[in-house]
């Protein structure tokens, strides 16, 4: 009876110990799950704590540097719009000046 017992605490125990390592090793990857969600929805203000040395760190890294990535071309990308449509403004005065200069030069012939 007794060593019965003993191996039903036994079993408990590992079942235990298997729950809390799954939970462990599922909780970076639903962390990171969650941070995919809140990109998708145009937050790009995410980040994932990283945890020790394993490939699941490496991968909270390279999220994190991909998301970093992801904003510093978007603000290129902003710089460089505002600089083209600079440039266009003055390419649209330089020819309605030259448009209306001709035909200033039209009428008077």
Known sequence: MLLQLLFVILNISILVLILYLVVRMLRPILALTKATSEIKNGNLYVSIKQRGN?????????????????????????????????????????????SSNLLHLDARS
């Open 54 to 98: 394993d490939e699941l760190s490496a991968l909270s890294e390279s999220f994190n540097l991909m998301i970093c990535s992801i904003k510093l071309y978007i603000k290129k990308h902003n710089e460089l719009t505002k600089q083209l449509e600079v440039q266009d403004n003055i390419y649209l005065i330089s020819f309605s000046a030259i």
